[in-house]
């Protein structure tokens, strides 16, 4: 199974990606119809975050985080490890992994990097984001970092492949009512560009032949 599913996302990842197609299966969008109105200036900030898999018996697991409440627009939300690029950092696969080491406590290799996913554009917090994905041999000790993580999340793959698992509700964000696709993980609610990200990589697993 360990080698079906890394050579099936070597190859998978280095093809033609779903992309917007799939992304914009999980948008989320205000119940009136009307589009979100957000005033920003500059080019967007540029991040990173990691979709890490590994095995845990006879499964794939990935890990994902609840963020501590805060006043900021993913405060409370679900996310993948990443963040913000430095300017320290030779590139955003780097920032990706740089994240995850610091907020996790996993220190992925280079070379376990398989690949990444289409670039995200997020309007609420005016970021680029690039998904890396990347798979590791063993169980990681986890050490989360408590000002970046409330909760760590450890999700089975195949779950998350399940129909039943993608759901769709109405949710207040700053007093606006929001119709939002959303993965129902443990019971947490995934939604916003974390669920946007896992469908397209989703979307590129169900092309691996037998998985």
């Given amino acids: 199974m360990n080698e079906l599913l890394l050579r099936g996302l070597q190859r998978e990842l280095k093809k033609p990606l779903p992309g917007i197609t799939a992304q914009r299966q999980m948008s989320a969008r205000p119940s009136s119809g009307r589009r979100f109105d957000f005033k920003h200036s ?3 900030k540029r991040g990173g975050v990691a979709l890490l898999l590994y095995p845990q018996q006879d499964k794939w697991m990935m890990p994902l985080m609840k963020r501590p409440s805060y006043q900021g627009v993913h405060g409370g939300q679900i996310s993948l490890p990443g963040g ?3 300017p320290h950092d030779p590139d955003i696969i780097q920032t990706a992994l740089r994240e995850t080491a610091e907020e996790i406590g996993v220190t992925i290799p280079r070379d376990r990097v398989l690949g990444t ?3 995200l554009y997020i309007m609420a917090s005016h970021y680029e984001v690039l998904p890396v994905v990347a798979m590791i041999d063993e169980v990681p000790e986890f050490r989360t970092d408590p000002r970046e993580v409330q909760d760590l999340i450890e999700v089975d793959l195949r779950v998350l492949m399940l129909p039943e698992t993608r759901m769709t509700k109405e949710i207040q964000v700053r007093g606006t009512s929001i119709i939002a696709p959303y993965f129902g993980v443990m019971d947490e609610v995934v939604w916003g560009a974390t669920a946007m990200i896992l469908n ?3 979307t590129v697993v169900r092309e691996i032949p037998d998985y």
């Fill in 42 to 44: 500059g080019p967007p």
């Fill in 117 to 119: 996913l289409s670039p």
């Fill in 84 to 86: 913000k690029m430095e």
């Fill in 200 to 202: 397209e990589f989703l």
